[in-house]
């Protein structure tokens, strides 16, 4: 596969990752003050499938991209490109310890109030959690993407 390819999916893959985690936050955070149980119900729902659809395909694309460009030219020795790494993976960690065992569970209980049902304590309790851990999994990725694109000595 030729370089400017490799660079053009992961350009793509960054766009469906990032794109795709900022959007979620803002479409479940509205639709999380709404308070109506039916809106909520559908976005937990939607947030399990465009993580899927979305942010894991552009992770994919944006590791095995990055890995195959990296190595040929000439690895991961230059201090940004580790560091660009490094910011990616620990967003990576707190996607899967983090938001989505938190968001799996608010799945779970979505189902019980998606028709209409009255929602309980514990799925806010877990959208605080699901927020905080939103807001290190956004940051790190976009400082990522600086760091990537600037490459700062």
Do not use: C, E
């Amino acid at each position: 596969m030729s370089y400017p390819l490799l660079k053009a999916l992961h350009v793509l893959g960054a766009v469906l990752f990032v794109g795709n985690i900022i959007v979620t936050a803002v479409w479940k955070s509205l639709a999380d003050r709404t308070r109506n149980a039916v809106v909520i119900g559908f976005s937990q729902r939607l947030v399990t499938l465009t993580d899927i659809v979305f942010t894991a395909v552009g992770a994919v694309l944006l590791a095995t991209t990055g890995s195959v460009m990296a190595m040929r030219l000439g690895g991961f020795h230059d201090t940004w490109l580790v560091w660009g790494v490094a910011l990616f993976a620990v967003a990576g960690i707190t996607w899967l310890v983090v938001l989505v065992p938190v968001q799996t569970l608010q799945a779970r209980l979505a189902r019980g109030f998606a028709h209409g049902g009255t929602i309980p304590p514990r799925y806010w309790t877990l959208g605080r959690i699901w927020m905080a851990g939103g807001i290190v999994a956004t940051v790190l990725p976009l400082a990522a993407l600086f760091v990537m694109v600037l490459k700062p000595a």
